[in-house]
T-cell receptor, first 115, second 114 residues
């Protein structure tokens, strides 16, 4: 079945450091790809998404490019802030069913940014 | 953007009692909603799909008699944890797709069973 793999955390960075969180997926067909962020004690918020190959999603300085050839959707940010400390989830939604019946999440990567 | 709310945000109950959690889409209608469970420091696990006007669809391994789901209207789905036990303590999150097929998540409900 469909699956999402993320790099193991936790990731600890200093403020203004460069961030990369790797995400790879296995899916049939052409899924849509997402990054969600979860701040402590809160639910998930959509950070960015890409719906087809070579699309780049971006938001709040974060970027991720849908790479079909490497089945990857790595999250990057050029300069992290303390307020970026959260858990980041990579996820996919099968193209056939955008209601998310096969909305699959990765295990999450906890990011801590130190001042 | 679209908003999904959950109520309560946290609840503590005694073992053996039942707890109802509400999930509402505030500015759009959702014929389908999803319920997830998240254990500490783990990812979300889909429990069931809530369908307005019909029975919920449960994922393998989820007890439908324990986790009762009712999709009462196009903006409301409820999850009732019946005869709760400490192992049911968890973070429960709902989501709803907008007509444009974007998933929006509620803020979650933290259930603690003592």
């Amino acid at each position: 079945g469909d699956s999402v793999t993320q790099m193991e955390g936790p990731v600890t960075l200093s403020e203004e450091a460069f961030l990369t969180i790797n995400c790879t997926y296995t899916a049939t067909g052409y899924p849509s790809l997402f990054w969600y962020v979860q701040y402590p004690g809160e639910g998930l918020q959509l950070l960015l998404k890409a719906t087809k190959a070579d699309d780049k999603g971006s938001n709040k300085g974060f970027e991720a490019t849908y790479r079909k050839e490497t089945t990857s959707f790595h999250l990057e940010k050029g300069s992290v802030q303390v307020s970026d400390s959260a858990v980041y989830f990579c996820a996919l939604s099968g193209a056939r069913d955008n209601y998310g019946q096969n909305f699959v999440f990765g295990p999450g990567t906890r990011l801590s940014v130190l001042p | 953007g679209a908003v999904v709310s959950q109520h309560p945000s946290w609840v503590i109950c005694k073992s053996g009692t039942s707890v109802k959690i509400e999930c509402r889409s505030l500015d759009f209608q959702a014929t389908t909603m999803f319920w997830y469970r998240q254990f500490p420091k783990q990812s979300l696990m889909l429990m069931a799909t809530s369908n307005e006007g019909s029975k919920a669809t449960y994922e393998q391994g989820v007890e439908k008699d324990k986790f009762l789901i009712n999709h009462a209207s196009l903006t409301l789905s409820t999850l009732t944890v019946t005869s709760a036990h400490p192992e049911d303590s968890s973070f429960y999150i709902c989501s709803a797709p907008t007509p444009a097929y974007e998933q929006y998540f509620g803020p979650g409900t933290r259930l603690t069973v003592t």
